[in-house]
Structure formats: C-alpha cells, structure tokens
C-alpha cells in the first residue's frame, strides 16, 4: 500500500526566515510526486512534479527536490501570503490516481 | 491554462434530498477526472475515479447508489450525492487529469455542501 508521511504538521516561521518541508514516501513503482498548496476553503493549486530522483523544480521562492525516499519543499526567504497548507502526494505504477499525505501548515509571520 | 471550474461553490439542502454538482475542464480534455471529499483539518480522500463514457471506479467504503458520478463528456463530470444525510456534509473537491506519461491532476475550487 502507497505511504505518504509529511513532516513537521505545522511550521511557524517568521518572514525571511527560510525552511524546508518534508515529504516521505512508500510506494510501489513511483511515476510521479506532486506538491500541492491549498488555502483555507479552496481547492488545492498544482505547484511542482517530480519524476525521478535527482530532479529539482524551482517556482518563486520555492524549490522542490525528489530522492528514492522523500520529496523536499524549499521555501526560501518567505513572505507572508506564502502561509498555506503544502500537500504532497505520490502517483504509483499504471494507475492515475494521487494518494495524499495529511498536508503541512505553515504560518509566516509578518 | 489547465482551468478546473467547480458549480455550485456551496450549497445547503435539507435532509433527504438530492443534491449535484459539476466539474469541468475549462481549457483542456479530461479522459478521467476524480472526486475527493475532504474533512476540517484532514487531507484529501479519493471517492471515485470516473473516465468518460464509463462506469466509475469507487474506492472501497464509498457507496456507488449514494454517490452517483457521469462523466458525459471529456470536459465534465457530476457528482450526485442522494438520499443526503447530516453526516454527508463536507468539502467535495474534483480533479481532472491531463492525458499522457507526465499526467497531472488539476483540482477545482471546491463545493462545500451542509446537510440540514
């Protein structure tokens, strides 16, 4: 059965004060990993995939990084509207569908 | 590009009754789209799997009569929750894929539906 932990659940940073959230997976047959990033009462927001260890993704202030174990979000010098919840969910083997991890909340303070 | 619309946003319905709500693909073709619901402070569950022009694939503990899905066409796809109970409030949220090796899921904005 597919895994996806994500760690820390919440993260507190203060503006500029950069970070990394952290995304580890079990999975069978890896064809893809997605970072996601929802707002309160909103649908969740397409921001990276990974497909094979070793590649990086930058957008902005964040950079997404991918090994045989565990995806990375780096958030670099962050603002405050960047507070969200970051999902991460892995796609495995021929089929479509996304199995998610519990998401990690990050607050920036102005 | 890759717009996914989402109607009605959120709705209230009495108890018993039934209630739909469409996802669409606004800028692409979706052969398969998906439907999630998602819980205060959880993360996203998988419902269904619906590919256009067939039967939907539930996920187990779904009930396929309560949730009924059609995807008629490449750019839409409805979710009908029947018989509507307190407990079936929630956020539903669909996506629909882009086709290929590289697919994506695209989420829509949400539908928030409470139960009286």
């Known amino acids: 059965e597919d895994q996806v932990t994500q760690s820390p659940e919440a993260l507190r940073l203060q503006e500029g004060e950069s970070s990394s959230l952290n995304c580890s997976y079990t999975v069978s047959g890896l064809r893809g990993l997605f970072w996601y990033r929802q707002d309160p009462g909103k649908g969740p927001e397409f921001l990276f995939t990974l497909y094979s260890a070793g590649e990086e993704k930058e957008k902005e202030r964040l950079k997404a990084t991918l090994t045989k174990k565990e995806s990375f979000l780096h958030i670099t010098a962050p603002k405050p509207e960047d507070s969200a919840t970051y999902l991460c969910a892995v796609q495995a083997g021929a089929n479509s569908k996304l199995t998610f991890g519990k998401g990690i909340t990050l607050s920036v303070r102005p | ?116």
């Open chain 2, 1 to 116: 590009g890759a717009v996914v619309s989402q109607h009605p946003s959120r709705v209230i319905c009495k108890s018993g009754t039934s209630v739909k709500i469409e996802c669409r693909s606004l800028d692409f073709q979706a052969t398969t789209m998906f439907w999630y619901r998602q819980f205060p402070k959880q993360s996203l569950m998988l419902m269904a799997t619906s590919n256009e022009g067939s039967k939907a694939t539930y996920e187990q503990g779904v009930e396929k009569d309560k949730f009924l899905i059609n995807h008629a066409s490449l750019t839409l796809s409805t979710l009908t929750v029947t018989s509507a109970h307190p407990e079936d409030s929630s956020f539903y949220i669909c996506s629909a894929g882009t086709s290929g090796p590289q697919d994506t899921q695209y989420f829509g904005p949400g539908t928030r539906l409470t139960v009286l």
